[in-house]
């Protein structure tokens, strides 16, 4: 007898909405030997609330004038550039685990934003980045009226 309740609960869209997620961990996953520090640069965390989000990004040593930040309906994409260290004549690395260079990251967000609205502050190497909800997309209170 063929169970059919798979059918029944599998949507192929939500499969498809999860496929950027499922890329940047296969690729965040990889050896060490194969991408630089800057390609898993920065790390993030997002906060949500009623009515916006807020994503922080650790980007220490990098200038505010070289972060780039783009927003698109529920994507959001934080790319920059971490210069490379100066040496001296005399001087070499012992051991070097801070990624230089360009680095790009591109979040789903769990709702569209309005992209006028986004503000964006460096601190201390912390880009906070606050992603408000359009008002079309917020709940509204609808009045019932009664029949006459």
């Keep these: 007898m063929l169970n059919t309740s798979f059918r029944k ?10 496929l950027p997620v499922d ?6 996953g990889l ?14 965390n997002v906060l949500s609330g009623e009515d916006r989000l807020v994503v922080t990004a650790e980007v220490a040593g990098v200038n505010a004038d070289d972060i780039d930040i783009t927003v698109e309906g529920d994507m959001l994409t934080i790319k920059g550039n971490r210069p490379v260290d100066t040496l ?20 789903r967000l769990p709702f569209e934003v309005d992209a006028a609205q986004t503000e964006a ?6 880009l906070t980045v606050v992603l408000h909800k359009p ?5 509204k209170k609808i009045t019932v009226k009664r029949a006459s």
């Design 31 to 44: 050896s060490d030997a194969v991408r630089t520090g800057a390609q898993a640069f920065p790390a993030m």
């Design 23 to 28: 890329m940047n961990r296969i690729f965040s």
């Design 135 to 139: 008002e079309a997309s917020k709940p």
């Design 9 to 18: 609960h599998w949507d192929p869209w939500q499969e498809l909405n999860r």
């Design 121 to 126: 502050e460096y601190t201390q190497g912390v």
């Design 88 to 107: 001296g004549e005399d001087e070499k690395y012992h051991r070097r685990e801070r990624g230089t260079g360009e680095f790009s990251r591109t979040l």
